[in-house]
Protein backbone atom coordinates (compact mmCIF):
# COMPACT_ATOMS: atom_id res chain seq x y z
CA UNK A 1 0.00 0.00 0.00
CA UNK A 2 2.68 2.11 1.03
CA UNK A 3 4.35 1.90 -2.77
CA UNK A 4 1.33 2.85 -4.34
CA UNK A 5 0.01 5.52 -1.98
CA UNK A 6 3.74 7.02 -2.73
CA UNK A 7 2.84 6.40 -6.63
CA UNK A 8 -0.49 8.09 -6.67
CA UNK A 9 1.22 11.13 -4.84
CA UNK A 10 4.20 11.43 -7.46
CA UNK A 11 0.97 10.94 -10.00
CA UNK A 12 -1.36 13.62 -8.46
CA UNK A 13 1.45 16.47 -7.92
CA UNK A 14 2.78 16.09 -11.55
CA UNK A 15 -0.81 16.94 -12.56
CA UNK A 16 -1.16 19.85 -10.19
CA UNK A 17 1.87 21.09 -11.52
CA UNK A 18 2.16 20.55 -14.87
CA UNK A 19 -1.49 21.02 -15.30
CA UNK A 20 -2.45 23.83 -16.77
CA UNK A 21 -6.11 25.05 -16.83
CA UNK A 22 -8.18 23.27 -19.26
CA UNK A 23 -5.59 20.17 -20.05
CA UNK A 24 -5.85 16.76 -18.70
CA UNK A 25 -2.92 14.76 -18.18
CA UNK A 26 -5.00 11.67 -17.86
CA UNK A 27 -5.27 8.64 -20.12
CA UNK A 28 -8.35 7.60 -21.67
CA UNK A 29 -9.71 5.15 -24.51
CA UNK A 30 -9.46 7.35 -27.70
CA UNK A 31 -13.00 7.98 -28.23
CA UNK A 32 -13.67 9.13 -24.61
CA UNK A 33 -13.64 12.57 -23.30
CA UNK A 34 -11.30 13.54 -20.53
CA UNK A 35 -12.27 16.60 -18.09
CA UNK A 36 -9.37 19.21 -17.68
CA UNK A 37 -7.59 20.24 -13.89
CA UNK A 38 -9.81 22.66 -13.28
CA UNK A 39 -13.34 21.06 -13.73
CA UNK A 40 -14.29 23.58 -16.63
CA UNK A 41 -14.10 22.53 -20.59
CA UNK A 42 -14.04 18.82 -21.32
CA UNK A 43 -11.69 17.39 -23.52
CA UNK A 44 -11.61 14.53 -26.13
CA UNK A 45 -8.53 12.40 -25.04
CA UNK A 46 -7.21 12.62 -28.27
CA UNK A 47 -6.74 16.40 -27.65
CA UNK A 48 -5.53 16.01 -24.47
CA UNK A 49 -2.61 13.90 -25.86
CA UNK A 50 -1.48 16.18 -28.47
CA UNK A 51 -1.47 18.49 -25.43
CA UNK A 52 0.90 16.16 -23.65
CA UNK A 53 3.08 15.52 -26.65
CA UNK A 54 3.54 19.31 -27.50
CA UNK A 55 4.04 20.55 -23.31
CA UNK A 56 6.66 17.59 -23.45
CA UNK A 57 8.64 20.07 -25.69
CA UNK A 58 7.68 23.10 -23.48
CA UNK A 59 8.52 21.58 -19.94
CA UNK A 60 12.11 20.09 -22.00
CA UNK A 61 13.07 23.71 -23.20
CA UNK A 62 14.11 22.11 -26.78
CA UNK A 63 11.78 23.95 -29.34
CA UNK A 64 13.50 20.61 -31.30
CA UNK A 65 10.95 18.78 -29.67
CA UNK A 66 8.14 20.27 -31.05
CA UNK A 67 8.92 18.22 -34.20
CA UNK A 68 7.05 15.27 -33.03
CA UNK A 69 3.74 16.52 -32.31
CA UNK A 70 4.27 18.20 -35.42
CA UNK A 71 4.71 14.54 -37.33
CA UNK A 72 1.60 13.08 -35.48
CA UNK A 73 -0.33 15.23 -37.89
CA UNK A 74 -0.94 14.12 -41.81
CA UNK A 75 -0.37 17.59 -42.70
CA UNK A 76 1.59 20.04 -40.86
CA UNK A 77 -0.17 22.23 -38.38
CA UNK A 78 0.05 26.01 -40.22
CA UNK A 79 2.69 27.43 -38.17
CA UNK A 80 3.13 30.84 -40.93
CA UNK A 81 6.17 29.48 -42.50
CA UNK A 82 6.39 29.18 -46.21
CA UNK A 83 5.70 25.65 -47.61
CA UNK A 84 8.59 23.53 -48.00
CA UNK A 85 10.65 25.42 -45.02
CA UNK A 86 11.32 23.66 -41.88
CA UNK A 87 8.79 24.30 -39.27
CA UNK A 88 11.18 24.02 -36.33
CA UNK A 89 13.84 26.39 -38.11
CA UNK A 90 10.58 28.79 -38.42
CA UNK A 91 9.64 28.66 -34.98
CA UNK A 92 13.44 29.69 -33.97
CA UNK A 93 13.68 32.46 -36.17
CA UNK A 94 10.22 34.20 -34.78
CA UNK A 95 11.94 33.80 -31.33
CA UNK A 96 13.62 36.41 -30.12
CA UNK A 97 16.10 34.03 -28.41
CA UNK A 98 16.93 32.40 -31.72
CA UNK A 99 17.04 29.21 -29.73
CA UNK A 100 12.94 28.74 -29.64
CA UNK A 101 12.67 29.34 -26.02
CA UNK A 102 10.67 32.98 -26.16
CA UNK A 103 8.25 30.38 -28.67
CA UNK A 104 8.37 27.87 -25.97
CA UNK A 105 7.16 30.47 -23.26
CA UNK A 106 4.49 31.71 -25.62
CA UNK A 107 2.72 28.39 -26.02
CA UNK A 108 2.83 27.63 -22.57
CA UNK A 109 1.59 30.78 -21.47
CA UNK A 110 -1.23 30.33 -24.23
CA UNK A 111 -2.26 27.18 -22.68
CA UNK A 112 -2.54 27.44 -19.19
CA UNK A 113 -5.49 29.58 -20.30
CA UNK A 114 -8.45 28.11 -20.70
CA UNK A 115 -9.67 26.70 -24.08
CA UNK A 116 -12.42 27.90 -26.25
CA UNK A 117 -14.63 24.91 -27.89
CA UNK A 118 -16.07 25.88 -31.16
CA UNK A 119 -18.40 23.69 -32.77
CA UNK A 120 -16.91 23.53 -36.16
CA UNK A 121 -17.79 20.61 -38.64
CA UNK A 122 -20.24 17.52 -39.20
CA UNK A 123 -18.62 14.69 -38.43
CA UNK A 124 -19.41 13.25 -35.54
CA UNK A 125 -15.69 12.22 -34.91
CA UNK A 126 -14.38 15.55 -35.36
CA UNK A 127 -17.45 18.19 -34.78
CA UNK A 128 -15.33 20.90 -32.58
CA UNK A 129 -11.64 22.92 -32.22
CA UNK A 130 -10.67 23.50 -29.51
CA UNK A 131 -8.85 27.55 -29.29
CA UNK A 132 -6.27 28.44 -26.67
CA UNK A 133 -6.36 31.28 -25.27
CA UNK A 134 -10.23 30.78 -25.44
CA UNK A 135 -10.03 34.80 -25.05
CA UNK A 136 -9.30 35.09 -28.73
CA UNK A 137 -13.02 33.94 -29.48
CA UNK A 138 -14.36 36.35 -27.69
CA UNK A 139 -15.76 40.10 -28.15
CA UNK A 140 -12.33 42.26 -27.10
CA UNK A 141 -14.15 45.19 -26.43
CA UNK A 142 -16.30 43.39 -24.50
CA UNK A 143 -13.88 41.66 -22.11
CA UNK A 144 -14.68 40.93 -18.25
CA UNK A 145 -12.16 42.25 -15.72
CA UNK A 146 -10.92 38.71 -15.21
CA UNK A 147 -10.40 38.13 -19.01
CA UNK A 148 -8.19 41.61 -19.26
CA UNK A 149 -6.11 40.35 -16.50
CA UNK A 150 -5.58 37.42 -18.36
CA UNK A 151 -5.09 39.26 -21.60
CA UNK A 152 -2.13 40.53 -19.81
CA UNK A 153 -0.14 37.57 -18.65
CA UNK A 154 -0.18 37.34 -22.33
CA UNK A 155 1.03 39.86 -23.98
CA UNK A 156 2.21 43.42 -22.55
CA UNK A 157 -0.25 46.18 -22.20
CA UNK A 158 0.18 48.40 -25.43
CA UNK A 159 -0.53 45.28 -27.24
CA UNK A 160 -3.46 44.46 -25.53
CA UNK A 161 -5.01 48.14 -25.80
CA UNK A 162 -4.23 48.40 -29.69
CA UNK A 163 -5.78 45.00 -30.05
CA UNK A 164 -8.95 45.87 -27.99
CA UNK A 165 -8.97 48.98 -29.96
CA UNK A 166 -9.14 47.65 -33.27
CA UNK A 167 -11.24 44.57 -32.26
CA UNK A 168 -9.24 41.98 -34.06
CA UNK A 169 -7.20 39.58 -32.04
CA UNK A 170 -3.38 39.81 -33.35
CA UNK A 171 -1.17 37.52 -30.46
CA UNK A 172 -0.63 33.94 -30.78
CA UNK A 173 -3.42 31.55 -31.05
CA UNK A 174 -3.15 27.88 -31.31
CA UNK A 175 -5.81 25.62 -32.30
CA UNK A 176 -6.60 21.72 -32.12
CA UNK A 177 -9.36 19.61 -33.52
CA UNK A 178 -11.69 17.35 -31.89
CA UNK A 179 -9.40 13.99 -32.94
CA UNK A 180 -6.39 15.52 -32.09
CA UNK A 181 -5.12 17.14 -35.16
CA UNK A 182 -2.84 20.17 -34.19
CA UNK A 183 -4.14 22.68 -36.79
CA UNK A 184 -1.99 26.18 -36.04
CA UNK A 185 -0.30 28.03 -33.76
CA UNK A 186 0.16 31.52 -35.54
CA UNK A 187 0.33 35.09 -34.38
CA UNK A 188 -2.51 36.47 -36.07
CA UNK A 189 -1.79 39.74 -37.71
Not at 33 to 40: A, M, N, P, Q, T
Amino acid sequence: WRQLTIAAVVVGSFALVHCPRGISTAAAKPDSVVSDCHGGTALPSQVASMLSEILAAVHAGRIEDLRNAIEWNELPPELGNAAGTDPIQHLKSLSADGEGREILAIIANVLATAPAKLPIGADPENNAVYVWPGIAEKPLDRLAPSDYVELLRLMPQKEATDMIAAKKWTWWRLAIGADGTWLTFMRHR
